[in-house]
């Protein structure tokens, strides 16, 4: 595609539930991260993969985080027992090779009752 | 001392004016420099990107790098309604962590008013 893809564009689960977000790059793109946005403020740092292995993953709050990018492709975002404090827009920006430019998608809104 | 500050503002120009949007970062050894606009509901779009001290000019849009004093500034020539929202400074390269991750601003509000 053209750039940056992430579904579902909308997330609303309750709280203690799993749930997976999912980013399909840019094309060719090598490096792949994961933000999270909360109202008010500039993007935070999740995790960061150059290729298929996560080469930085010090911006995970905690162990109920994970991602994975099996193929160096699509990465998937894994929470497990959600909470309120989870909810946020979870944005995944691609780029050619790391310190290049990043492309965010649009985004999955995440929201926990 | 936050990594990256941005005036939240609103800064408010009128159309046609020049609008000045700056950014301090506490990390020296940073090495790139990224502006980014968000509209309201919106992911952030790329902008400008700088790596050298001087400026940067493309269309409408100039960046400013200061890496002595450790400041970058957007400059937004003949400001336009459509140029208003939120607009994101974001540093990599530092010391903390890969050198890949962004840091990012809160962002300054810009309202360009008719």
């Known amino acids: 595609g053209a750039g940056v893809s992430q579904t579902p564009s909308n997330k609303v689960t309750e709280k203690g539930k799993y749930v997976e977000l999912r980013c399909d790059p840019i094309s060719g793109h090598t490096a792949l991260y994961w933000y999270r946005q909360s109202l008010g403020q500039g993007p935070e740092f999740l995790i960061y993969?150059?290729?298929?292995?996560?080469?930085?993953d010090s911006g995970l709050p905690n162990d109920r985080f994970f991602a994975v990018r099996p193929e160096g492709s699509v990465s998937t975002l894994k929470i497990q027992r959600t909470e309120r404090g989870d909810s946020a827009v979870y944005l995944c920006?691609?780029?050619?090779?790391?310190?290049?430019?990043?492309?965010f998608g649009p985004g999955t809104r995440l929201t926990v009752l | 001392q936050k990594e990256v500050e941005q005036n939240s503002g609103p800064l408010s120009v009128p159309e046609g004016a020049i609008a000045s949007l700056n950014c301090t970062y506490s990390d020296r050894v940073s090495q790139s420099f990224f502006w980014y606009r968000q509209y309201s509901g919106k992911s952030p779009e790329l902008i400008m990107s700088?790596?050298?001290?001087g400026d940067k000019e493309d269309g409408r849009f100039t960046a400013q790098l200061n890496k002595a004093s450790q400041y970058v500034s957007l400059l937004i020539r003949d400001s336009q309604p459509s140029d208003s929202a939120t607009y994101l400074c974001a540093v990599n390269g530092g010391k903390t962590g890969t050198a890949s991750k962004l840091t990012f601003g809160t962002g300054t509000r810009l309202q360009v008013t008719l």
């Open positions: 920006a691609s780029s050619a090779e790391p310190l290049d430019e990043q492309f």
């Open positions: 700088i790596y050298s001290n």
């Open positions: 993969f150059q290729g298929t292995g996560a080469a930085d």
